[in-house]
């Protein structure tokens, strides 16, 4: 927040209620563009806390909005008892995926998600006793 503009944004959910929250896109979908999603491949699963969307204003960037919003996300899925933080980065955006490293992200395998190709990156969380 700058005062009470929203400069940055982080979108996550609990993997295990992706079918769940999948229904109300894949309805809007058929509304409003005519496309049926039913068969896409899943992008999360139970276990982790998936990171949907991360935005942050473009006079903004480049002052660590980004990572603390990752850290943040992480903290979540702490609290949610969620073993750690996922997200799909497509291949062709090396800046995002360097962001996502910088904090911490790790490669842990392909996925292909709407026609293109992703990297599933995870984020471990730390639990101290």
Not at 42 to 69: F, H, K, M, N, W
Request: one cysteine or more; a neutral charge; aromatic letters at 6%.
């Amino acid at each position: 927040m700058d005062g009470q503009r929203v400069v940055g944004v982080s979108v996550s959910y609990d993997g295990s209620q992706l079918h769940e929250l999948r229904c109300a896109f894949i309805e809007a979908a058929k509304t409003y563009i005519g496309k049926d999603h039913t068969g896409m491949d899943d992008e999360t699963q139970a276990g982790e806390l998936y990171l949907d969307s991360l935005a942050v204003l473009p006079a903004y960037r480049r002052q660590g909005i980004a990572q603390r919003l990752l850290i943040a996300t992480r903290e979540r899925a702490h609290q949610l008892h969620l073993p750690r933080v996922g997200l799909l980065v497509d291949k062709g955006n090396p800046d995002g995926e360097a962001l996502y490293t910088k904090v911490g992200f790790v490669y842990l395998n392909d996925n292909l998600w709407g026609g293109h190709a992703m990297k599933h990156l995870v984020l471990p969380c730390q639990r101290n006793s």
